[in-house]
T-cell receptor, first 114, second 109 residues
């Protein structure tokens, strides 16, 4: 299967700890996106990369959040000093970057902060 | 700020019934997308509508984009239990999509 892969699928952590999630996009896709989804809500845009360049960041992305895509392939999203409000599903998506592009989402990482 | 409002929020119907869900905004969108999401999974794209007034069909699903490109609807004919899921509309371009809160559909056998 060559879809978008996210690891881990689930993460339980204590408040104040750091967590890191990984996303492996579809190999030929040069765009990679991070979204966050809480219960009863639609996904909310966090940030996106064109190859290794981070081109846009949402105001939702506080300074405790950092995302990287060092070689333009996989990406990591790190949350420092987690808070209970960070509990959510973190979704990664990739695309070719064409206009009206189709986004392919991974299955997400479900984060629970206790 | 562009917002997408979806209605109804929840819908529970019997197998074989027809239904329509709506996605509305006060803003004009260059395109709208419809996704279906199952619990514990990421959204899966169903269709993209681009032209005002456009109608697209995907088997028993019919999608319509409003003439003014501010709203869209999804009609399902003869719903089946396999149609159960969260239906999300999203608008925008270049990946910075704005999503509605979705319509949670439950089709009972």
């Amino acid at each position: 299967d060559t879809g978008v892969s996210q690891n881990p699928r689930h993460k339980i952590t204590k408040r104040g700890q750091n967590v890191t999630f990984r996303c492996d996009p579809i190999s030929e896709h040069n765009r990679l996106y991070w979204y966050r989804q809480t219960l009863g809500q639609g996904p909310e845009f966090l940030t996106y990369f064109q190859n290794e360049a981070q081109l846009e960041k949402s105001r939702l992305l506080s300074d405790r959040f950092s995302a990287e895509r060092p070689k333009g392939s996989f990406s990591t999203l790190e949350i420092q000093r987690t808070e209970q409000g960070d509990s959510a599903m973190y979704l990664c998506a990739s695309s070719t970057g064409h206009i009206n592009e189709k986004l392919f989402f991974g299955s997400g990482t479900q984060l629970s902060v206790l | 700020t562009q917002l997408l409002e979806q209605s109804p929020q929840f819908l529970s119907i019997q197998e074989g019934e027809n239904l329509t869900v709506y996605c509305n905004s006060s803003s004009v969108f260059s395109s709208l997308q419809w996704y279906r999401q199952e619990p514990g999974e990421g959204p899966v794209l169903l269709v993209t509508v681009v032209t005002g007034g456009e109608v697209k069909k995907l088997k028993r699903l019919t999608f319509q984009f409003g003439d003014a490109r501010k709203d869209s609807s999804l009609h399902i004919t003869a719903a089946q239990p396999g149609d159960t899921g969260l239906y999300l509309c999203a608008g925008g371009s270049q990946g910075n999509l704005i999503f509605g809160k979705g319509t949670k559909l439950s089709v009972k056998p």
